[in-house]
T-cell receptor, first 116, second 111 residues
């Protein structure tokens, strides 16, 4: 069983469209994250949720809206897609907020978003 | 910026050789972690070293941490073609609860 699974793996869409990426973890972790990896491989945190509550919201355009229906799921909805949104988006989870001081994150395999 | 920087950006070695990657960071940290990313895949956690530790081993991996220089190194001994991947360091700042990643080193091990 995949520990952190993201769907879709690839997403090609036109500018202006709205799209969602889904993430699910079966590890029983309390905290989930969205990271964006740009073309230079730089990973930047976007959001973090702990047990369905938003705890980190980095400087991300309002067009990006995370939603966590329960602690095992964290979805990312993007409105009015722009060319600059093209990137690989990674979902990750950790046991709980604060446990990153003792344990690492578990990452999904990523969603490659291409906006044309 | 909280981002770490890694050196070199790319490294190419022959199978069986050792590979050393370095990471520098800017702030006081709680711990530093190393991750591996194979092409087209997510990141895999390799090892975590706390700020009060100087060296840690895991299999063929050896990590050192020098908090006075704000730097860490990852040594992979007896490299294999399967070690070909990008390697990232990530730091947890003191008092913070999330990871900030470095820029990564692309390692190629030639069979």
């Amino acid at each position: 069983d995949t520990a952190v699974s993201q769907t879709p793996k690839y997403l090609v869409t036109q500018m202006g469209n709205d799209k969602s990426i889904k993430c699910e973890q079966n590890l029983g972790h309390d905290t989930m994250y969205w990271y964006k990896q740009d073309s230079k491989k730089f990973l930047k945190i976007m959001f973090s949720y702990n047990n369905k509550e938003l705890i980190i919201n980095e400087t991300v355009p309002n067009r990006f809206s995370p939603k966590s229906p329960d602690k095992a799921h964290l979805n990312l909805h993007i409105n009015s897609l722009e060319l600059g949104d093209s990137a690989v988006y990674f979902c990750a989870s950790s046991r709980a907020t604060g446990t990153v001081r003792s344990y690492g994150y578990t990452f999904g395999s990523g969603t490659r978003l291409t906006v044309v | 910026s909280q981002q770490g920087e890694e050196d070199p950006q790319a490294l190419s070695i022959q199978e069986g050789e050792n590979a050393t990657m370095n990471c520098s960071y800017k702030t006081s940290i709680n711990n530093l972690q190393w991750y591996r990313q194979n092409s087209g895949r997510g990141l895999v956690h390799l090892i975590l070293i706390r700020s009060n530790e100087r060296e840690k081993h895991s299999g063929r991996l050896r990590v050192t941490l020098d908090t006075s220089k704000k730097s860490s190194s990852l040594l992979i001994t007896a490299s294999r073609a399967a070690d070909t991947a990008s390697y990232f360091c990530a730091t947890v700042q003191t008092g913070a609860n999330n990871l900030f990643f470095g820029t990564g080193t692309r390692l190629t091990v030639i069979p």
